[in-house]
């Protein structure tokens, strides 16, 4: 059993998200970002809640209606 399959590191995630390990670093800063776990000097973070805060973050688009003039 490998206790970490359900975590994805700092880099694996940064590279999913299309940023670098430092946005990463500060989003957490900024408490902005998903929840993380340190281990020592590494960071974190549950796939699961990776997701839930991707879907939090979700808008829905409202097109404008034309007034009339």
């Given at each position: 059993?490998?206790?970490l399959e359900d975590?994805?590191?700092e880099n694996?995630?940064?590279k999913q998200l299309k940023k670098t390990p430092r946005t990463l670093q500060r989003w957490?800063?900024?408490r902005i970002g998903?929840?993380?776990t340190?281990?020592?000097r590494d960071i974190y973070y549950r796939r699961?809640?990776?997701l839930e805060w991707l879907r939090a973050r979700e808008r829905?688009?409202?097109r404008e209606r034309k007034r009339a003039a």
């Open positions: 059993m490998n206790l975590y994805i590191s694996e995630l940064a957490r800063r900024n998903p929840p993380h340190p281990m020592g699961e809640a990776v829905v688009m409202v």
